[in-house]
């Protein structure tokens, strides 16, 4: 079993940036492939992946040069660095965790989430 715990999100003007974090708790998190994803009205989609063993990272298009996903295995913590924010980011942002040696695609766990709400 693993926990995954969110913390971060807040208000911030467009153009801001914000730097959340997830912290895991109950397995080795080197493990894992670590992903954020964000709530859009009917969907979760994927933002950003990292894997356990080499740290390959993988992007959504639409935030590629804005967020960067790193992990800190030791801290068994992953983060998602976020800047110039635009209003069409506000969402609920979750973390995920997936046994695997690739991108998270089918989640095992997710986090509770953090909201993000970024200002005109």
């Known amino acids: 079993q693993v926990q995954l715990v969110e913390s971060g999100g807040g208000l911030v003007q467009a153009g801001g940036s914000l730097r959340l974090s997830c912290a895991a708790s109950g397995r080795t998190l080197s493990r894992y492939a670590m992903g954020w994803f964000r709530q859009v009205p009917g969907d979760r989609e994927f933002l950003a992946s990292i894997?356990?063993?080499?740290?390959?990272?993988y992007y959504r298009d639409s935030v590629k040069g804005r967020f960067t996903i790193s992990r800190d295995n030791a801290k068994n913590t992953v983060y998602l660095q976020m800047n110039s924010l635009k209003p069409e980011d506000t969402a609920v942002y979750y973390c995920?965790?997936?046994?695997?040696?690739?991108?998270?695609?089918?989640?095992?766990?997710w986090g509770r989430g953090t909201q993000v709400t970024v200002s005109s």
């Open positions: 894997s356990g063993s080499d740290g390959s990272t």
């Open positions: 995920a965790a997936e046994r695997t040696q690739g991108q998270v695609k089918y989640p095992d766990y």
